[in-house]
């Protein structure tokens, strides 16, 4: 009986061992392709992430880039709440809609940016947006303090302070600030207003979001002397694992070529 009990025990095990041979075999030999990656591993897309409103010339550059050198750039933008949950995770370049704006984030994100990098592209003048056909006949600075024009202002998103810095040169703050009927915290909270709400007439931002809204807005621009310009910075995060591609971009974005996209979307 012991002896019946031992053979089939030592049968059992023979058979178990073969299997898992024949297992880890199998496995060794699996192609390639049939290998689960690890999670961790970079995908080679550089994620590039910022505000709404220089997506326009960096989304265009970024395909002109991914043509030239087979570097796949994914750019996210918007309001900053929609996005920074995902760029805490991912995020290979960070930009901003001013210097300032972007000098708030790493303020509030500190472990985020790498301030090395930290490079300006090109920068953008302030101007009116009006509705189409200027019903209002807005021409000048002097025409927001007019009796009767409503005013929508975004008190953020790389526009804080710019009605009051253009107005201030002239003396209009009292009567530019008495027409501002709507304030808002982003420029996809005022594009929204803008659309919903026609008794809205002017807006004093930059003369590159013209150039996005040109179904539902005229631009006024305002004398050289007058305009105010604000910067477009760029930089790597300290966390990216794709440290020389993501420069690459960055140093592809200051070149020639690309300041004429940037110029073509209303920048200097």
């Not at 590039?48 to 326009?56: A, E, K, Q």
């Amino acid at each position: 009986m012991k002896k019946t009990l031992f053979l089939s025990a030592l049968l059992l095990f023979v058979i178990t061992a073969a299997g898992l041979s024949a297992y880890a075999k199998m496995e060794n030999n699996k192609p390639t392709s049939q290998v689960i990656p690890n999670s961790s591993q970079s995908d080679h897309v550089i994620r590039v992430y910022g505000p709404g409103g220089p997506l326009g010339p960096i989304k265009e550059a970024a395909e002109c880039f991914s043509a030239e050198t087979g570097i796949k750039v994914e750019v996210t933008a918007g309001p900053e709440s929609n996005w920074i949950g995902q760029a805490k995770q991912d995020a290979d370049i960070i930009f901003g809609g001013s210097e300032y704006m972007l000098q708030d984030f790493i303020f509030n994100y500190p472990e985020m940016i790498d301030t090395k990098s930290r490079k300006e592209l090109y920068p953008r003048a302030a101007g009116i947006l009006v509705r189409k056909g200027n019903p209002k006949k807005i021409e000048s600075l002097e025409d927001l303090s007019k009796n009767g024009v409503k005013i929508i202002d975004v008190n953020g998103a790389g526009q804080l302070g710019l009605w009051e810095d253009l107005a201030g040169r002239k003396g209009l703050i009292e009567g530019i600030s008495q027409n501002i009927n709507l304030s808002v915290k982003s420029s996809a909270e005022a594009i929204e207003r803008w659309k919903s709400n026609s008794s809205l007439d002017a807006w004093i931002t930059y003369e590159s979001w013209y150039y996005r809204l040109q179904d539902v807005t005229d631009l006024v621009e305002l004398p050289e002397e007058e305009k105010l310009y604000r910067g477009t910075p760029i930089a790597l995060t300290k966390n990216t694992d794709q440290k020389k591609e993501a420069q690459q971009f960055i140093d592809y974005l200051r070149r020639e070529e690309s300041h004429q996209i940037f110029q073509k979307w209303g920048w200097k």
